[in-house]
């Protein structure tokens, strides 16, 4: 059963920072490169970063050098740290796995709001 939990979602202010995290299960996680997405209301989802199972990551240009995404393959799990948060960067966070031109492979889970202030 394809299994996603994001977590670590928050309002913050403008330059500061927050984690989020993404439990997967087992049978998509060790088989698939993951990524995280996100959807700010009244706009499409669109693809933010993505790692693959080997660690090689890429990013939306506009949060390079701000977020970095990461993977812990023993615990299933995917971060991603968000530093500089611009009130931009506001939206519902998701993760999935990745596939061919950065679509998403399965369902959704319920996301995450990160929320920033300016």
């Known amino acids: 059963q394809v299994q996603l939990v994001e977590s670590g979602g928050g309002l913050v202010q403008a330059g500061e920072s927050l984690r989020l995290s993404c439990a997967a299960s087992g049978s998509i996680f060790s088989k698939n490169a993951m990524g995280w997405y996100r959807r700010d209301p009244g706009k499409q989802r669109e693809w933010v970063a993505s790692?693959?199972?080997?660690?090689?990551?890429n990013y939306l240009d506009s949060v390079k050098g701000r977020f970095t995404i990461s993977r812990d393959n023993a615990r299933n799990t995917m971060y991603l740290q968000m530093n500089n948060l611009k009130p931009e960067d506001t939206a519902v966070y998701y993760c999935?796995?990745?596939?061919?031109?950065?679509?998403?492979?399965?369902?959704w889970g319920q996301g995450t709001q990160v929320t920033v202030s300016s």
């Open positions: 790692i693959t199972r080997g660690n090689s990551t």
């Open positions: 999935n796995a990745v596939g061919l031109d950065t679509l998403p492979k399965y369902s």
